[in-house]
């Protein structure tokens, strides 16, 4: 018995090998040296960063391998840990990168760089962001305006409001919501709601206390960050959907209520990369949908824009990934990804948008009168985590404002303690 | 008298009527069946349908109005799978990984299920179910200081690297399932087998492996499939060092854009991906038939 | 031409290395005095074992232990701060309460089902089949499982037309959808995410039962029938009294993998909702927060949680052996 079945075993062992001898004959080679990459973008994302590198690949004769991954905290946590880490990488968030450098495992791209062409180009919120202990470790690779509000043409012909009052008076259509609202996001369920706080909280009380509150100097419980929820809880109350709705509609399609007929809603709130996302991908900009900033609350503090992107940082400053970095941040460079739409640059000089909205966003981004980043990626971790997750809890029950937001005061006294 | 014969006669002198008639009762028993395989394939045929329908119809209306004319299914999710560059690459990448990951714990377990089962020497018991008790060890909580030793060792980035960790990750079970089926064999047969002069390898390769084929058959089954599917291991010890030898579930899982955005291809992924590990248990199966072990299982 | 080398070793060098190593202890064991011979060789024969668990298992946990008793960044000893973290703040009840709730139907539907679907395929010709059916959930891949579940439990407001399998059938009778993921009267959520897993592991406890159900004597169950016993008492008094060992196993398999899923609540729920169980919590804190002697302690806590069954555990194996 042993041995036919071992027999049989064998056999079948042995035709599995030929076939993947069969399978893989090609060989690699070639000159040049490979730079790993790892970063969190997936599907258009990667073909739009690995047909940025291309031109540098056909130049330098050298080699991007890139590697997406949706657990990049996981992994780079990990790798940091154990010293084995890829040549460049996408980093998670600011609070992080701070960590990575920190600890010594990311370079500094002082000389990596063409540091002046570099500050000259890029908006100085950013270049700022990307720097820790005075060095500069982190670049923005791709950039986008948070906080627009956006319509079809078809359904709202009026000039843009310039003060919230105006658009809470603009009256609705009896079949629809005013509002469209998609909290749900897998794992980060609740971000699109945190994008609404920052904007209530920056507008109704300005750029100082925005500061303060993401570096945890503001409780949640403080009036001015209340208000905040108070006035999304009015959003949520004239959302398609009601609360169900919105908790269970995933962002991506979360607008597509602009476009159904007769509309569900009148306005969307959502980031500028929601022109390559949903319902929104394969419509026109300008005919099919347009945006307007998020309106003034308080007219003292008009004109802040809020932003967010991907950093980008270096872990082993061999030649190849220097050249890399180097050639990244460049317009040129920018201008590839910026081309396919969904992306915005934080580079002044790329500027190949492919229609007007993407270059009106644009602009925003790098002409800001005052720019803050997006609050939530700035708070430590467990403290945005925590933000998504009361952003649930408060659109599925706004009767427990007080309860969680004495509940974020609480993560918020753990969460800032130094390591 | 055994305790199988003890049993047989409770069973006999208990009860004896037939209270249901026996064509009903095989009537029950298919409608049974077949219920249990339909409510357990609904769910796969939902994700079966949409594999074949465009993303945005796949958000917009439930999967059973795709099996209603107009019906507009088409290839272009399995067309966008396969296409990816390093998708041909990433399967041989996967049949090197998990092969070795299968084939090194289970004979392993084999050997330890062996000593354990037909074999005295103190503290045995207790050792075994501190083996077993590892089961419960997160594997998040073991990648830091693994990575490091493989570090030192200079296997990262090599596949011997994932081998070796999920033969670690996987011998617990292994150990349990094969000892269980193991000690369950008659004692007899291997008392026989040394008074005819037998050695303990001889035993093990002629008697106790053969007649716990079906239990090796269910491991390597279990083990190929976990390694197949695993991406959190090959991303740590592969990925870090040397991205061009990951598995299959790391390309699919760059489908998925960082905002989530195209989750509606991981349906024909999954299903491409799902191939072979289905194939191995039908290949397997053969294996679970009665009396491979002649009645190993003392009645 | 690497590759082909590669797949040499892949096919047949590691399987030979392997079985080398056996034959070898024989040889060396040849060396040893003839009294030495049988204390020496279990030890060789768990050798590999024992190595592979020391480094990938013992090693790591031993690390987690110390690492409990410390502060996040692992400078300093903080005694049983993280401990006592853990058993004061209100999320961790719920985990707690959701990891019992898991623990407890995860193992009833998966070790229940997966018995009743093994001996009832045992009796039909189609028995392949119905089997490969009910296994194939398991070679999905947890992520997979995610999306296939999010057709299943989609949620539309009464009125519009339902996206989820399951709405849509509570609508052909006229029933309001439900929130399936998001209501949490009951735990509602926490047993959708349950099901999922059951839907899952099913065919595991089924391809161990029905293995250990072949290895039954087929003349033993007919001999009992023969005397006229029939099907129930049959599987009451010969079949289920034999399959008990491949039960436990089964079982105590399942509590642990009911202890340590984090997965799926981490695909469909991310733990939103009060539907965070021990497990997810302990990933959250060691990659999200960053906090690892709090995710030790929390690991610690799991494999403290297994004692009492792997006690149940050695009483049972002495139990299987004074009997064969």
Redesign the interface.
Known sequence: MESRVTRRLLVGLAALAIVVGACNTGGGGGGGKEVTVIGAWGGDEEKAFLEMVAPWEQQTGNKVKYTGTRDLNTILTTGVASGVLPDLAGLPGPGQMAEFARKGALKPLEGVLDTNTYKSETAPALVDLGTVDGKIVGVFIKSAVKGLIWYSPKNFQGTPPKTWDELQNIAVDATGNKWCVGLESGAASGWPGTDWIEDFVLRQSGPQVYNDWWAGKVKWSDPQIKSAFEAFGDVIADAAGGANGVLTTNFEVGGDGLFTDPPRCMFHHQASFITGLGGFKGKTAGTDYDFFPFPDINSQYSGAVEGAGDLFGMFHDTDAAKSLMKYLVTAPAQDIWVKKGGALSANKNATSYPDDIAKRSAALLTGAKSFVFDASDLMPTAMNAAFWKAMLDYTQDPSKLDSILADLDKVQADAYKPA | MT??QQ??E???T??????IPRPV?RIA??A??LL??VI?????I??LV?SFRDP?DV??????TALLPPKDLGLEGYATVLARPDI??A??NS??IT??AT???V???A??A???SW???PG???????????????L????????????DFGL?GE?AAV???H???G???A???LR??M??L??EVFESAYIDGA???TA???LA??MS???I??LA??QF?FVW?D??VA??YI??????N?PL??Q????????????Q???P??FL??AL??LV???L?RY??????G????? | MSDLVMAAIVVVGVPAVLVGYIYGTELLLRVAPERQRARIRPWLWLLPALLFLLVFLVYPTIGTIIQSFQNTAGTQFVGLDNYAWFFGSEASLISLRNSVLWLVLLTLFVVGLGLIIAVLVDRVRYEPIAKSVIFVPLAISMVAAGVIWKFMYDYRGPGEPQTGTLNAILGVFGIEPVLWLQERTFALNTIALIVVMAWMWTGFAMVIISAALKGISPELLEAARVDGANEWRVFQHITFPLLLPTIAVVSTTMVITALKAFDIVYVMTYGNYDTDVIASQMIKEMFTNGNFGRASAIAVILLLAIVPIMLMNISRFRAQEAIR
């Open positions: 305790a199988g049993a047989r409770r069973a006999v208990r009860g004896s009527r037939r209270t009762a028993l298919h049974v069946i249990l395989m357990w394939l609904l769910p796969t939902g994700l949409n945005q958000a917009n209306a439930g999967w059973w041909g690459p399967f041989v049949l090197f092969i070795p084939v090194i714990p004979i392993v377990a050997f330890a062996y000593a354990f074999m005295n020497f045995r018991n207790l050792l075994f179910v501190a083996i077993v008790g590892l089961l419960v060890v997160p998040q909580a073991t990648l830091i200081p693994v990575l490091r030793l493989l570090r990262t596949f081998w070796l960790a033969t670690g990750y011998l617990p079970f150990v349990y399932l269980n089926f000690g369950s008659p004692r050695s303990p390898v093990f390769f002629r492996l053969p084929v079906p239990a058959a269910a089954i279990f499939l599917n991406l959190l991303l740590v990925g870090l060092a040397n991205p061009s990951l579930p790391a699919i899982a760059n489908l998925v854009n960082s905002l989530g955005s195209g989750w291809l991981l349906a992924a999954a991906s799902m590990p289905l248990f039908v290949a199966q679970f038939v009665r009396g491979i072990t009645g190993a299982v003392k009645g």
